[in-house]
């Protein structure tokens, strides 16, 4: 089970939001790019981005912290918030990014996330608010059930798929490993849990599923509630 260490970027800072707002935003880093380095020294491969300003603007909005990330470790870089247009997923990957996290144009136009799942790395990001999707920054609930939009992806070339328990997010208290199960099933795809992930409990919990691929750590390890040094021994 591969573990992503996560950073939120919101006006070019490392912050954590509970449940998805973001007047609830808590400052973690001015540097974000040191936080990367930290990851990278405990033994992470991947590192996992939101760009929250760009979640809203549907443009990118943190794109120099993610330059300053990449120059400065070599930890592969997935990254999500706004991305949706192929010029977006051009600019992120000059940038040298290794992937692209789709998440509210996977519901509004799944064959256009299709034809980019050709040509690039991509990662669906299916957010989910009572078990129906939730797009733009979480602000909207759609009419889209999760695990039917996770069965759109199911023989498209897309890398992984990413799924948060909104509800859960930030909140540390514990991950939806059923809604992960679930949206791992009817994809088959690589799937990823995120939100609510609260110790090494919780995942021992995704690992003894033994489908789970992956999982995101974030407040988790801002709060001190999770040693990300030994969380990624144990998973490695």
Not at 93 to 108: F, N, P, Q, T
């Amino acid at each position: 089970m591969v573990l992503y260490p996560a950073i939120d970027l919101k006006e070019g800072k490392a912050v954590r939001l509970t449940k998805g707002l973001m007047d609830s935003a808590k400052i973690y880093s001015d540097e974000p790019y040191q936080l990367a380095k930290t990851f990278e020294t405990a033994g992470a491969k991947w590192l996992h981005v939101v760009d929250l300003d760009g979640a809203f603007s549907g443009k990118p909005e943190n794109l120099e912290q993610i330059k300053k990330i990449r120059s400065n470790c070599d930890l592969k870089v997935q990254i999500g918030g706004g991305i949706r247009d192929e010029k977006t997923i051009k600019h992120y990957i000059e940038a040298g990014v290794d992937r692209v996290i789709l998440g509210s144009i996977a519901v509004k136009d799944p064959d256009f996330v299709k034809e980019m799942a050709k040509k690039y790395k991509v990662v669906v990001g299916i957010d989910a608010i009572d078990s129906m999707v939730a797009t733009h920054g979480w602000a909207t609930k759609s009419e889209v059930k999760a695990k039917d939009l996770a069965a759109m992806y199911k023989d498209s070339a897309i890398d992984a798929i990413i799924c948060t328990d909104v509800s859960k997010d930030g909140t540390l208290a514990g991950v939806n490993v059923d809604y992960t199960i679930e949206i791992k099933r009817a994809s088959d795809k690589e799937t990823i849990a995120s939100g609510g992930v609260k110790d090494l409990e919780d995942l021992n919990k995704l690992h003894k599923t033994a489908i789970i691929d992956g999982a995101i750590i974030g407040k988790a390890f801002y709060e001190g509630r999770l040693d990300i040094k030994e969380a990624l021994k144990n998973f490695l």
